[in-house]
């Protein structure tokens, strides 16, 4: 059974960052991908960064970063500059070929 545990998540105000973590109860080399997707208010889910089992990370947005740490089986989410748009809820997922598995969702609250 695959369980992805996200942290880092905060209130947190304009122009600064946060951290988010995301730990998988499995090693990570048995996933093609893994990522972050975010769901902003009236918003549909969006991708908002992923990393391939290469090791070729992918980010939609300049401010964000997304790391691996293969020996924590651990994926982050470095999140810079942050704008009261960012506030949301932000999901980490893990991909096995055309299995998804997904967290629980963290809060992320950008204040003006």
């Known amino acids: 059974q695959v369980h992805l545990m996200e942290s880092g998540a905060d209130l947190v105000q304009a122009g600064g960052s946060l951290r988010l973590s995301c730990e998988a109860s499995?090693?990570?080399?048995?996933?093609?991908?893994m990522g972050w997707y975010r769901q902003t208010p009236g918003n549909q889910r969006e991708l908002v960064a992923s990393?391939?089992?290469?090791g070729a990370p992918n980010s939609m947005m300049d401010r964000f970063t997304i790391s691996r740490d293969n020996a924590k089986n651990t994926v982050y989410l470095q999140m810079n500059n942050l704008k009261p748009e960012d506030t949301g809820v932000y999901y980490c997922?893990?991909?096995?070929?055309?299995?998804?598995?997904w967290g629980q969702g963290t809060q992320v609250t950008v204040a003006s």
């Open positions: 997922y893990a991909r096995i070929l055309s299995r998804t598995y």
């Open positions: 990393v391939a089992l290469s």
């Open positions: 499995v090693s990570i080399f048995e996933f093609n991908s």
